[in-house]
């Protein structure tokens, strides 16, 4: 009895042991800011992909985020699907609605992300609006995201004057509460939202919703500048970023982090299958991966 059991459980053992060995191979995960400084140390600039949680499936959202994660990324964005999304164009928007069709909801995205955080090796930043936040109650948002290891926050439908409850909760779960400033964004208003962001700034490069653009806005240049003379946090730019060139030319203007998310997204929503999604999602990171320092 006592050699039949230790023979079935013999495989279990070693199953055990193989995935205590990949989860320890893999370098415990550091917040936004932190990811920036060491990231600067090293003359380099972040890559940071934005894609929708459940579209295709959760699934492929879980394959997708290690995919990410190989391939190099510093950061990923996940976008938590809304049915009003405000700031996302119709790309992002026919993502969101797709997802929410095949039934995705907050507590599948946690449990996803509860599974695949401790394979991957950089920080998760979740961009919701903030409905769903006041639906848990903020509390309950923040310690639900800060237990399964999300590292980030962008809430882009929350005004600077009312993102108080939200920071205060934030740095109590030590959540990195990110805020983003528009080209249109008074140059005081810029300064007061600089000085409440967490983790980095988020540059928005164009006026209106996301979407991949032929080209970027030249402002862009004299935008980082107006922000890094008013702080020393990064900044990332995002909105419109689609090609190699464009990463490119962000980085030479001086940006920390360059931000890609509509054309992700599209790669997997419209995609045959997932698989080919998955294969297209990975060479075309690896495109604009290489395009920065």
């Known amino acids: 009895m006592a050699v039949a059991l230790k023979h079935h459980l013999f495989p279990f053992l070693q199953e055990t042991l ?7 191979a893999i370098t415990p995960t550091v917040g ?14 972040a890559f940071i992909p934005y894609i929708t949680a459940g579209d295709p499936s959760l699934s492929t959202t879980a394959a997708a985020l290690r995919v990410l994660d190989s391939c190099g990324s ?5 976008g938590v699907p809304y049915s009003d999304p405000l700031a996302d ?3 992002i928007q026919a993502a969101a609605s797709r997802s929410l ?53 962008l809430v882009p439908d929350v005004p600077l004057e009312e993102t108080k409850a939200l920071r205060e909760e934030a740095i109590k779960y030590n959540i ?19 000085e409440a962001s967490e983790g980095f700034v988020y540059l928005v490069s164009a006026v209106g919703v996301t979407g991949a653009r032929a080209s970027i806005n030249d402002r862009v240049q004299s935008l980082l500048q107006d ?3 008013a ?26 982090g360059v931000i890609v998310g509509s054309a992700m997204v599209k790669l997997l929503g419209e995609a045959k299958t997932p698989e080919e999604g998955l294969k297209e999602l990975k060479a075309f990171t690896k495109s604009l991966k290489s395009a920065l320092p």
């Open 231 to 256: 702080t020393t946090k990064p900044v990332a730019v995002g909105f419109g970023i689609s090609k190699p060139e464009h990463v490119k030319q962000i980085a030479g203007w001086g940006a920390d």
């Open 32 to 45: 936004l800011a932190q990811t920036f400084s060491n990231l600067k140390e090293q003359g380099k600039v």
């Open 89 to 91: 164009g119709p790309v």
């Open 176 to 194: 990195e509460l990110v805020l983003l400033t528009t080209p249109t964004t008074p140059i005081n208003r810029m300064k007061s939202i600089v």
């Open 101 to 153: 069709a095949r039934g995705t909801n907050f507590d599948a995205i946690i449990s996803m992300l509860k599974e695949v955080i401790p394979q991957i090796s950089c920080p998760i930043a979740l961009f919701t609006y903030y409905n769903p936040i006041l639906k848990r109650g903020i509390e309950k948002f923040m310690c639900t995201i800060k237990d399964v290891g999300v590292h980030g926050l």
């Open 74 to 78: 510093d950061i990923i964005e996940l």
């Open 18 to 24: 193989l995935v205590s060995i990949m989860a320890a």
């Open 227 to 229: 922000i890094k003379e």
